[in-house]
């Protein structure tokens, strides 16, 4: 019976070596899968009006692993910035067709006014919402960015699947140790870790696919400088509230900094003074 048990157990531990042994194989699969990864997957493609030409739109279809993210610049007067600015987050608010999303926006009011927005929407959105940006306005610079993501979205798969094929060996070799606790334990550690690897690259691959099936636009607004003589003087006016109140803030501000130091000297003036007379009026009473 012992003989049987310990044939039993050196089986097991046969078994176990040779799971572990093709986990060491997967993962050093894997480390060589991640140090294939090409580093020359982008590539930047300028495009003139409109942007969405007709050849984007057929690399696109031959090629559905693609990134694209959108940049336009556009200059319009300044009383419009502000209207321009609330047009374009509120048509991507409204634009639940295409889920567009507003990743950032910040609007700036001043002598130079500017605003910037970055959305996330699907490809059918993306020409309507430049075009929607361009209205009225002037295009000083457009380009689009292509990222080509095909590599790390298939070597993630692969991960994914042998992690997964290694997983089921190891739910197999749970079964059969049920009755060897320290082999249980070990293999119990390993699914772990294996399922903690593959929710990781799952997710990683969502973000992937995210970034292949969502395309990015950035819109920068910025006023028209104007050329008018009396636009300086203008401005000036408009400022003079606001920087007379900073002139008084400030002479308060250097005045509570001065006044302790004034008296200081006026004390030290009279002591001085003082000392003087005294010492003036020694020699004449000798």
Known sequence: ????????????????????????????????????????????????????????????????????????????????????????????????????????????????????????????????????????????????TVEDLSTQIFDTEKRIKLLQSYQENLLDLQKQAKDDIESLIKVSQEIANTQSQLEYLSGNNKVLMQRVEMDIINVRLSSRVENSFWQPVSDALDEFKGNLAEGIAGAITSTAYLLPWLVFFIILFFVLRFLWRRLKRKPSNT
């Open 1 to 144: 019976m012992n003989v049987l048990n310990t044939e039993t157990n050196n089986g097991l531990g046969s078994t176990m070596t040779k799971v572990i042994a093709t986990g060491l194989t997967y993962i050093l699969l894997l480390l060589y899968l991640s140090g294939c990864e090409s580093s020359d997957n982008k590539k930047a493609a300028e495009s003139s009006s409109p942007m969405m030409k007709t050849g984007l739109v057929a690399q696109r279809q031959t090629n559905p692993y693609l990134s694209y993210e959108h940049n336009l610049s556009v200059e319009l007067q300044k009383e419009a910035l502000a209207n321009k600015y609330k047009t374009l987050t509120d048509h991507c608010a409204d634009d639940r067709k295409n889920n567009c999303t507003i990743l950032e926006s910040e609007l700036s009011a001043g002598n130079y006014s500017y605003g910037k927005i970055r959305v996330r929407v699907a490809p059918a959105g993306v020409e309507k919402f430049l075009a929607l940006a361009g209205t009225e306005s002037e295009i000083t610079n457009q380009s689009t």
